[in-house]
């Protein structure tokens, strides 16, 4: 066979090529196979105690028991799939509850009350196990200005709680610190919070730090906010003994600046290279960005178009990238207006009708951010915990058969693939059937018996790489 191309030419063409290749590899490695909260809960620091974050799941239980006392009602309430068939009596709601934690796994796609069956006491078991996952201490909006004294007092109280939280075990599994912006009039008092945090924190620890703990900085609008937050979180390690790269960040989109600067260009990935790795996480503010954008106070919301362009704007900047996204917070309480033991019946009613219309606007925009590809966004209160796992689990379930159908399929034509010493390079598709596994894994969406339809070992799942498990695969065949 004659080639028309010198093969030295050729290889150093390719060479090069494999420079240019491996450095977009570099800067976009795919989405990142580490567990992501579902969302962030913002509580003021002056309020935070090492029990916080289970005492939450206990408002959140007791509000959810009483303003959806079952399955049916939540299912009304939110039109869930299947919502129009279910019955409206107690005594039928619990014959039809008792039958479908008996039916088998074929049966349950054929009847219609599976899935708010299973929403409804997937709720229940996260705010009895797992209420909180992620909870950051907020010195920022959630505190407020206050005098210097107050603010460094309450950093000492609020790090000593949390080293008391990580002896008993009570606090939520990823947790960090809001500090103020690093803006030309609160700079100072945010390191200087943070360095009495931290200070505080590791000489009650024995200089250990929380697991999953993360600096948020708030309000950045210039890569040097975020160059001086990585020299700080150096001086810091060094002060405090803790190995380089300890310290993590995460940063704030809400500012239109964030999105496009002076020049027109979108800022976020020098921002993000500004981090020099330590930051970790890109979180929506709504209220912030949409004050940025000019919208006044009434039209505020998640909804709002102009939160759907940032968000979009966010994707295409930092997609692939590794760096988690959040969405922001829906600023509605579902909270009744009445409080007291001896409430009228107009009373009870209008607080039912608060909570629920509270609740269903916790769900749709938890379901806009699902279905827009944000996995996790804001709560600020208990009341809105029932509704965040809901939404969730809602997604996550009503999308299990096509997402396990898929994954098969993937899986199955990788071995068919790997046993014919095919080139099979496509990992990226099956590494995003894989996190959809992984995500409705880690917030109990799906159990590991439910993931393992798939066709995959649990082993594999847990792997957190397609790519390891076609390696696996291949080398278990031989075709290395």
């Known amino acids: 066979m004659k080639f028309s191309i010198q093969e030295e030419a050729k290889q150093t063409l ?9 450095k977009f590899q570099k800067t976009y490695p795919g989405d990142k196979p580490d567990r992501q909260p579902v969302h ?15 005492r939450m799941g206990e408002i959140a239980l007791r509000g959810l028991q009483s303003y959806a006392p079952n399955f049916a009602v939540l299912a009304n309430l939110l039109k869930l799939q299947g919502y129009e068939h279910l019955p409206h009596t107690g005594s ?15 049966e349950r796609q054929s009847e219609p009350g599976w899935l708010a069956y299973s929403v409804y006491n997937k709720i229940i078991q996260k705010l009895k196990t797992e209420p909180v996952e992620d909870f950051r201490i907020d010195f920022e909006d959630g505190f407020g200005n206050r005098p210097d004294d107050e603010e460094d007092s309450t950093a000492v109280a609020a790090a000593k709680e949390l080293a008391i939280g990580m002896k008993n075990k009570t606090v939520s599994p990823f ?16 390191v200087r919070t943070l360095d009495i945090f931290l200070s505080t924190l590791l000489q009650e620890t024995g200089g250990v730090l929380p697991e999953n703990f993360v600096v948020m900085l708030p309000k950045v609008t210039i890569t040097e ?28 989109v809400e500012a239109t600046q964030i999105i496009m600067d002076e020049e027109g260009r979108n800022p976020l990935m020098r921002i993000v290279r500004a981090g020099e790795g330590r930051l970790i996480a890109a979180h929506f503010g709504t ?17 709002h178009p102009v939160c759907d362009f940032a968000h979009h704007m966010t994707k295409v900047a930092l997609a692939h990238t590794g760096i988690f996204l959040s969405d922001g917070a829906t600023n509605v309480m579902p909270i009744g207006p009445h409080r007291g033991d001896n409430l009228t019946y107009e009373q009870l009613t209008e607080n039912r009708e608060a909570v629920h219309n509270g609740w269903r606007i916790c769900f749709n925009h938890t379901m806009h951010s699902l279905i827009n590809g944000l996995y996790q966004g804001w709560d600020l209160n208990p009341a809105q915990l029932p509704m965040r796992y809901a939404a969730t689990y809602n997604f996550f379930l009503s999308s299990y058969d096509d997402a396990v159908f898929r994954l098969k399929t993937f899986v199955e034509r990788a071995a068919i693939s790997t046993l014919t010493k095919d080139i099979f390079d496509d990992a990226a598709t099956g590494q995003g059937l894989l996190n959809f596994f992984l995500k409705a894994l880690n917030c109990g ?13 649990i082993e594999e799942i847990r792997s957190r790489s397609f790519y390891k498990i076609l390696q696996g695969r291949r080398a278990k065949s031989g075709t290395q």
């Open 14 to 22: 390719l060479n090069e090529l494999s420079v240019a290749n491996l």
């Open 40 to 54: 962030t809960v913002y509580g003021g620091a002056n309020l935070f105690k090492s029990d916080t974050c289970i």
């Open 92 to 106: 039928e709601i619990e014959r039809l509850g008792n039958k479908l934690k008996k039916i088998s796994k074929e």
């Open 175 to 190: 947790i960090g610190i809001r500090i103020k912006p690093f803006t030309e009039d609160l700079k100072h008092r945010g």
């Open 225 to 252: 906010q975020v160059t001086t937050m990585v020299r700080l979180m150096e001086m810091l390690e060094q002060a405090n003994n803790l190995p380089p790269h300890s310290l993590k960040m995460e940063t704030m």
């Open 287 to 303: 209220y912030d960005y949409t004050a940025s954008a000019g919208i006044t106070a009434k039209y505020q919301t998640m909804a």
């Open 445 to 457: 969406a799906i159990t590991e018996e439910e993931a393992t339809a798939t066709g995959l070992t």
